[in-house]
């Protein structure tokens, strides 16, 4: 996914990280009713916006969006690549994590997903209706772009998501980089940007949080909860707000 980080260093800074085995940038996806819940989105309400998801993975989102006629771009660095490649990418990372989280189930909440196997089937959906999705809209609704500069005009976008890149890997994406991808995701937004998760491992909070919510001017933030929860106490977003 978007500039996620080169894990092979992560066995010794993140010991119990499901991803230690995993060898260059992770991608995987969500499901959409994870973003649902991740976002606090009621779907009847997003018809008439634009919305952009940055660093989306194989997620499902802008496929079923699209099925419900709802406009979502979706970027990702690694949409340079052809479908079949990221299938087979996201099939191995995912059974990767899935055979890595049976061996520490006690660090996760199990209240969205019942156990391991059910998270894996399904995660495998959801790469199965990005796939088909990816094939017919690469290039159109599948931009390869880096979340720190962003090939669209200021104010394009009503709503902008950004899931699973910043504050999760605040030991390995620096304050410069979090502060520039934000900048820019609100440059491109003309209502709001939310970002989940806030924490890293053991439900501990990014300490990137307060220091964004200082230093980014002329917004209006809010830490909302959410009724999501994979990772412990991860169960709040940010929320931006364009004045």
């Known amino acids: 996914m978007q ?16 991803f230690s085995r995993i060898q260059g940038p992770i991608f995987i996806g969500r499901t959409w009713r994870e973003y649902k819940k991740m976002f ?9 916006m634009k919305i952009l998801d940055c660093a989306s993975g194989a997620s499902s989102f802008r496929a079923h969006s699209a099925e419900n ?38 660090k996760f ?22 796939v088909s999705d990816y094939i017919n809209y690469k290039g159109k609704s599948y931009i390869p772009a880096d ?17 699973h890149l910043l504050f999760i890997y605040d030991h390995r994406l620096d304050y410069e980089f979090h502060l520039k991808a934000v900048k820019e995701m609100l440059r491109v937004t003309k209502g709001e940007l939310r970002i989940y998760p ?36 991860s169960n709040e977003m940010l929320r931006i707000v364009k004045k």
């Not at 979340?147 to 899931?163: A, R």
Request: glycine share 2%.
């Open 3 to 18: 500039n996620k980080p080169n894990i092979t260093e992560n066995v010794l800074s993140n010991p119990i990280s499901p």
């Open 109 to 130: 909440d199990w209240k969205f997903f019942s156990d391991a196997d059910e998270l894996q089937h399904s995660r495998n959906i959801a790469c199965k209706e990005f």
């Open 198 to 233: 806030l924490v890293k491992n053991h439900g501990v909070k990014s300490k990137f949080v307060e220091r964004i919510m200082e230093d980014v001017s002329d917004v209006k933030m809010e830490i909302v909860r959410v009724d999501y929860e994979f990772r412990k106490d």
């Open 69 to 106: 006629g709802i406009d979502v771009t979706a970027v990702d660095l690694m949409y340079t690549k052809s479908a079949e490649d990221l299938c087979i990418k996201c099939k191995e990372h995912l059974k990767i994590l899935v055979e890595s989280l049976k061996k520490i189930e006690d």
């Open 147 to 163: 979340i720190k500069d962003l090939p669209f005009h200021d104010g394009s976008y009503d709503l902008v998501l950004c899931s």
């Open 40 to 48: 606090n989105l009621e779907f009847e309400k997003l018809s008439k």
